[in-house]
Structures are given as structure tokens and as C-alpha cells.
Nanobody
Framework: QVQLVESGGGLVQPGGSLRLSCAAS????????MSWYRQAPGKERELVAT????????NYADSVKGRFIISRDNVKGTAYLQMNNLTPEDTAVYYC???????????WGKGTQVTVSS
């Protein structure tokens, strides 16, 4: 059974940091790229960061570039999102996504809430 379980969300003050984790099981983690998405209330889900299966290539949304770092541990089957210098605009539910192409396969976690507020 495929599972992606996010953790590490919570309430943090502006300027603070959080580290999200996404624990994968039920599939060969090292064969999948990983992404983090977020969805704020009343807004569409947006792509935050992506890392390829090998971890050699990463991409970020302009809004988080220089503040967030995506990484992965293929031995532990876990992806991470280090979030620094958080602002209230980063408040959202953060979702983990595992993806393959040719053929297309997507797996999703249930999300973890991140709230940035003083």
C-alpha cells in the first residue's frame, strides 16, 4: 500500500524556520521524483519545490527561492523541505508528491498545516 506521510508542520513566528518531512512507503522511492506543493485558503495548489529521483536537480518557485531547500534520503525513503525566513504568506497546507513520467504516476500525501503568525 502506497503511503506518503508528511510531518513537521506547525505554528511559527515570522522569520522562523520549519523542516517538513515526507516518509514514503509501498513503492520504490528512489525511482520517483519528489515535490512539495502548498495550498493556502481560497487559493489554488501551487508547486513549491521539486527534486529528481537522484537528488541531483532541484527547482523552486520564485516565491521561495533562497529560503527553502528540498532534499531527500533514498536510504530512508524520506523527502524534506527546510523552510527558513518564513513569512505569513507561506501559511498553507503543504503536500508531498511522488511522481514518475512515462508512464505518468503520481502519489500524494494528506498534507501538513504550516501557519506563520506572530
Amino acid at each position: 500500500q502506497v503511503q506518503l506521510v508528511e510531518s513537521g508542520g506547525g505554528l511559527v513566528q515570522p522569520g522562523g524556520s520549519l523542516r517538513l518531512s515526507c516518509a514514503a512507503s509501498g513503492f520504490t522511492f528512489s525511482n520517483y521524483g519528489m515535490s512539495w506543493y502548498r495550498q493556502a485558503p481560497g487559493k489554488e495548489r501551487e508547486l513549491v519545490a521539486t527534486i529528481t529521483s537522484t537528488g541531483l536537480t532541484t527547482n523552486y518557485a520564485d516565491s521561495v527561492k533562497g529560503r527553502f531547500i528540498i532534499s531527500r534520503d533514498n536510504v530512508k525513503g524520506t523527502a524534506y523541505l527546510q523552510m527558513n525566513n518564513l513569512t505569513p504568506e507561506d501559511t498553507a497546507v503543504y503536500y508531498c508528491n511522488a511522481w514518475r513520467r512515462y508512464p505518468t504516476v503520481d502519489y500524494w500525501g494528506k498534507g501538513t498545516q504550516v501557519t506563520v503568525s506572530s
